[in-house]
């Protein structure tokens, strides 16, 4: 019976150490430095393909780009969509 209780206490005090022991998870700060992945404009990605967009842009035209973001935010709104 002692020798159960030792060993629940010893194993309890084992959790509880290895509980503490988590390592940090945070990047490491470097003053002046960017450590992120560089953003690029989203008119200069590739376009995904047909099936899943609604218009047709060519990669880098903004214009192309920016009037298929209107459309599908049209294609969104409810009123819109069901009465036209």
């Not at 019976?1 to 470097?30: D, G, I, N, P």
Request: a positive charge; hydrophobic letters at 40%; one cysteine or more.
């Amino acid at each position: 019976m002692r020798l159960a209780l030792r060993l629940a206490l010893l194993l309890a005090a084992v959790l509880a150490l290895v509980a503490c022991s988590e390592k940090e998870q945070v990047a490491e700060f470097k003053r002046g430095k960017y450590q992120g992945k560089p953003d690029n404009q989203s008119w200069a990605n590739d376009p995904l393909p047909a099936e899943f967009r609604g218009g047709t842009w060519a990669k880098g035209d903004r214009t192309a780009w920016e009037e298929q973001i209107k459309k599908r935010q049209l294609a969104q709104h409810e009123y819109r969509r069901i009465y036209q």
